[in-house]
């Protein structure tokens, strides 16, 4: 498996001719409409201008992906659909042979992304609607990851906090539908072990724990974002988020990642219990055992 993306690694460059059928111009440049069979068995057919694939065209990779879209001088930019060899693809703009602008990538397992992409990796405002349980998070990206002010919408609840590397942090509320919302925090705490864990020498994994603090009636929810940071060049193929953010501040629930349905105490008579025992407890995240197998890695030939 590799690091880099197909894009990058397998499509031929300018000097890397192969065989050609199509237009030219006065110097017997490649120029206008051609087909050409490249040397390492990948095809192109669509625009030339000088010699270089230039405006629309589509690239066939030998193991099957393919590219359609806009090209300027052989390099993917502008508008553009890349299928991958597993089956996932992406829909949306390009620039300089990256996912870059607004954007939506289809997973294997169904999930999908839709919204903004900085150097091939998922960055600023975008929603993820993980296809399992119908959850999704809308909010901050930053560097691929979940990251600032977002909203993690369940079922019949949501949660409204900030996120740090896809966990909730600080203070946050969950909203229920029966409405109400209970306010608390997000506090990192040691993950509880086994005797049989406890005498093996393991890392020690930090898991945010929510502690309730009050009940109230529903409110409007602004988020709040930081100035976000331009994050380093990434490439490749986009692996299905990870289900470990907030999940059911129930005990009582036995959730799967965000799948888990929350059901308070439903009716005006059951109301004030419900209030009042959300208040006296402080409650464990349940940590998401959604675990997808990563993406097949980038394009291979």
């Known amino acids: 498996m590799s690091d880099l993306g197909s894009e990058e690694l397998e499509e031929e460059g300018e000097n890397d001719l192969g065989e050609y059928e199509g237009e030219r111009n006065e110097v017997g440049e490649r120029h206008g409409h051609g087909k050409a069979r490249l040397p390492n068995g990948d095809t192109y057919e669509g625009n030339y201008e000088s010699g270089k694939r230039h405006g629309q065209g589509t690239y066939k990779f030998k193991n099957g992906a393919r590219y359609i879209g806009d090209y300027v001088k052989n390099k993917k930019h502008g508008q553009g659909t890349f299928i991958y060899p597993d089956g996932s693809r992406y829909e949306g703009e390009w620039a300089d042979d990256q996912r870059h602008g607004q954007g939506v990538y289809y997973y294997v397992n169904n999930d999908t992304y839709t919204g903004e992409w900085f150097n091939h990796q998922r960055h600023g405002q975008g929603t993820y609607l993980y296809a399992e349980t119908g959850s999704k998070y809308v909010g901050s990206w930053v560097h691929g990851q979940q990251e600032g002010a977002a909203e993690l919408i369940h079922l019949n609840h949501r949660y409204q906090g900030k996120f ?76 299905p988020q990870a289900v470990t953010g907030a999940s059911d501040p129930s005990e ?5 990642g965000f799948e888990g349905d929350l059901e308070p105490k439903g009716g005006d008579e059951d109301m004030d219990t419900f209030r009042q025992e959300s208040q006296e407890n402080s409650y464990d995240i349940d940590q998401g055992n959604l675990n997808f197998d990563e993406e097949q890695s980038d394009l291979q030939d």
């Open 164 to 239: 740090i590397n896809k966990n909730p942090v600080g203070p946050g509320k969950y909203v229920f539908d029966v409405g109400c919302e209970q306010h608390g925090e997000y506090r990192l705490t040691d993950m509880e072990r086994g005797e049989e864990e406890e005498e093996e020498e393991t890392l020690v994994n930090i898991v945010p724990k929510w502690k309730a603090l009050r009940i109230t009636e529903l409110a409007l929810w602004t988020p709040t974002l930081s100035e976000e940071q331009p994050p380093p060049e990434g490439q490749g193929q986009e692996e």
């Open 252 to 256: 009582d629930i036995q959730a799967e």
